[in-house]
């Protein structure tokens, strides 16, 4: 579980401190001259409505046992990431550095901007559209969210979006039950 005393200060290589790191092979280095200056939120549950597990993980990590649930036959074969995902606890796991690009936007547009996986950072939040999200993860979310908006200061309030706000009619989440107004008001 993510602590208040937790050191979340990110290094020059895009990593955060005192986190769970387990490396995606699923990334991209960022274009020459590109910085994060947007940041989306999703969520994520493997296998849909179920948490915990190591699903998420090994998805992001090409290592899902695709005949370990039904469900996992639709997304067999997908090559996804996400630079962080935080669990229903609040522990957070980064599987690609900031510097780099996570896939976890798809095809997408912000501003009139496409490929957001270019200049954006992808934070998964393990649960569901319509399921409330847990005090512990606002408060994990809440705080790499300040260390993030430190260390690149284009990602303002206005900068961070849901994965439904780029991918309209493609995507859905964080859904309905994510508490925006919670969250924002924390930064």
């Known amino acids: 579980m993510?602590?208040?005393?937790?050191?979340?200060?990110?290094?020059?290589?895009?990593?955060?401190?005192?986190?769970?790191?387990?490396?995606?092979?699923?990334?991209?280095e960022r274009p020459a001259g590109i910085t994060p200056s947007l940041l989306v939120i999703h969520n994520?549950?493997?296998?849909?409505?179920?948490?915990?597990?190591?699903?998420?993980?090994?998805?992001?990590c090409n290592r899902l046992d695709c005949d370990a649930h039904p469900f996992f036959k639709e997304i067999e074969g997908m090559t996804v990431s996400a630079h962080l995902l935080i669990d229903r606890d609040g522990e957070i796991t980064q599987f690609v550095s900031f510097a780099d690009c996570a896939w976890h936007a798809g095809v997408s547009v912000f501003?009139?901007?496409?490929?957001?996986?270019?200049?954006?950072?992808?934070?998964?939040?393990?649960?569901?559209?319509?399921?409330?999200y847990t005090s512990f993860q606002y408060?994990?979310?809440t705080r790499v969210t300040q260390q993030i908006m430190l260390r690149y200061p284009d990602i303002t309030r206005e900068r961070i979006v849901g994965h439904?706000?780029?991918?309209?009619?493609?995507?859905t989440d964080p859904g309905p039950a994510f508490g925006w107004q919670r969250y924002l008001s924390g930064l």
Do not use: H, M
Request: aromatic share 10%.
């Open 2 to 28: 993510a602590t208040l005393t937790q050191n979340l200060t990110i290094d020059a290589a895009g990593w955060l401190a005192d986190v769970n790191r387990i490396d995606s092979p699923n990334f991209a």
């Open 164 to 171: 439904s706000d780029i991918a309209p009619g493609r995507k």
């Open 111 to 132: 501003e009139g901007r496409e490929r957001c996986n270019e200049y954006s950072i992808g934070v998964e939040l393990e649960g569901v559209d319509d399921l409330p």
């Open 44 to 60: 994520i549950s493997l296998p849909p409505g179920q948490f915990g597990g190591p699903y998420i993980t090994e998805f992001f």
């Open 139 to 141: 408060a994990a979310l």
